[in-house]
């Protein structure tokens, strides 16, 4: 039977680190597999080409619905029996997509699996409440750069196995992954209860509550939303970029977003930094490399240099991963108790802007080419880095303020 904790940092050991960063990872995975896709499935399933866009929006808006309704229980019911509930979900979710026959199933499934991968969300904080308080940002640096890993490597996966056996086996193979997820949680994740606490629907009041309450809350939720929404513009318009004016194929492109990934490594950093008090200045770095690498990445592209443009990939993917790992050591500071609704409330506003990236990106590219992408994608990082300086004290510690 797995041991139960409540957050003394004894049963965090590395190799269940690891495997909370490997659940996140092929949990969020799910959310991308299909945009790679698009073409394949919408006409074995009988989705016309305007429609074929709900291929992946069903998904999405699974995801946002589980994060809005489904997180937030984290602060109510055992966390770990909610891990495997919501792992369960997403293996039948998976299995359903790819037997489907028709749009409809289809679409009913791809909600279901988005709706209940949000579990990698209740995780992220799980690490926090497991940890030793002196290694939160190392541990919640090292979930989150599992679940980014799931989200850049899910589209060149998906590729490379559609290619060799169709796309039916990319979910099969997702929820056979998610299955050994499973069991591997269910042998050592320790069980968790949140202290007895409010109703259900007094929790779900609470999420606003939160919100208005904690000036730090919403400031890292506007931070991040910009970030991510810089993240997503990148992969929106890089891969068009190089596959219409660098002429590279689209197993090159899959190899870039394989490079790409190498950003993730920064997370682990960024946690070290940010238990050593280093918040506020690695958050600043994180907006500054951001907008940067942006504007480099434009000359890369003016010049034709593939090889600049991925170093530029890898710093976009790494300057996000300064911003969120900060950004959650800070809020999951903010009230032990309320951490799953605090990153209900975070990752919804992250999401959902990070979700208008992608069209900034597919319309920044269509009007202006990558030049205007670029521009408007280190505008982001600039717009966080003047409202951090312009309105966002620092405590007297020199850290970014966690207060209400």
Known sequence: MAMRSDANGSALTPALLLLMALACGSMSANLYYAQTLIDQIGPEIGLSHQMAGTITTLTQLGYGAGLALLVPLSDLVENKRLVLIATGGAILGCLGIALSGGAADFLAFSLLTG??????????????????????????????????????????????IASLAGWRWVFFGSAGLLAVVALSLALMLPGRRPPRGPSYGA?????????????????????????????????TAAPLTLLNDMGLSQRAV??????????????????????RGLMRGTTLAGFAILALSFLAADAAVAAGSVLVFAVTAILVDGAVQMSQVTGQ???????????GRINAVYM????????????IGT?????????????????????????????DRPAKDGTADCGG
Request: aromatic letters at 8%.
């Open 115 to 160: 709706l209940c991968c949000c579990g990698a969300q209740v995780l992220v904080p799980l690490a926090a409440h497991l940890s030793a308080p002196e290694r939160q940002g190392q541990s919640v640096g090292l979930v989150m750069s599992g679940l980014l890993t799931g989200v850049m490597l899910a589209r060149p996966a998906a590729s490379f």
């Open 203 to 235: 929790i779900l009041a609470s999420v606003v509550a939160l919100a208005a309450r904690h000036r730090q809350l919403r400031l890292r939720a506007i931070y991040q939303a910009l970030m991510f929404g810089a993240f997503n513009l990148f992969w």
């Open 348 to 359: 919804t506003v992250m999401f959902g802007f990070g979700g208008l990236g992608s069209l």
């Open 254 to 275: 899959a190899a870039f977003a394989l490079a790409g990934a190498g950003g993730v490594l920064v997370a682990p950093l960024a946690g070290w930094l940010s238990d």
């Open 329 to 339: 050591r800070i809020i999951f500071a903010i009230d032990p108790a309320a951490r």
């Open 363 to 391: 319309a920044t590219y269509a009007a202006g080419g990558w030049h205007l992408s670029a521009l408007a994608g280190a505008a982001m990082g600039g717009v966080a880095l003047a409202l951090m300086l312009a309105i």
